[in-house]
């Protein structure tokens, strides 16, 4: 079992910057590949980023927020970071971490190919 904690949402201005964080627990040896997720009110999940735990060449992202967010994993603590930098009023999500133990080729935006979740944080973009 991984288990994963996100913490550090909250609210920004536009154009302003927050990091999120996601602290992963349990069986993190399994694990091959975490997420980023978000989801506004009322809309589908939608994919931030995704990263190879065992290649830090690997990381992709959703067009959306390519250029503007970019995430890190710090294996000393097990540790999954998303800086959002120049956020938008689009931004505005319940934010959620996710881990995998499947073969990494497996690996991509799709949430289904994610089995452990964790309960999300919020960021709120204003004006």
């Known amino acids: 079992q991984i288990y994963v904690v996100e913490s550090g949402g909250g609210s920004a201005q536009i154009g302003g910057s927050l990091r999120l964080s996601c602290a992963a627990s349990?069986?993190?040896?399994?694990?091959?590949?975490m997420g980023w997720f978000r989801q506004a009110r009322g809309q589908e999940r939608e994919a931030v980023a995704y990263?190879?735990?065992?290649?830090?060449?690997?990381?992709f992202y959703s067009p959306s927020v390519k250029g503007r967010f970019s995430v890190s994993l710090d294996k000393t603590n097990w540790t999954f970071y998303l800086q959002m930098n120049n956020l938008q009023t689009e931004d505005t999500a319940t934010y959620y971490c996710?881990?995998?133990?499947?073969?990494?080729?497996?690996?991509?935006?799709?949430?289904?190919?994610?089995?452990?979740w964790g309960r999300g944080t919020q960021v709120t973009v204003s004006s």
């Open positions: 349990g069986n993190t040896h399994r694990m091959n590949y």
């Open positions: 990263a190879i735990v065992d290649d830090d060449r690997r990381k």
């Open positions: 996710a881990a995998s133990s499947r073969g990494s080729w497996l690996a991509s935006l799709d949430p289904e190919r994610f089995e452990y």
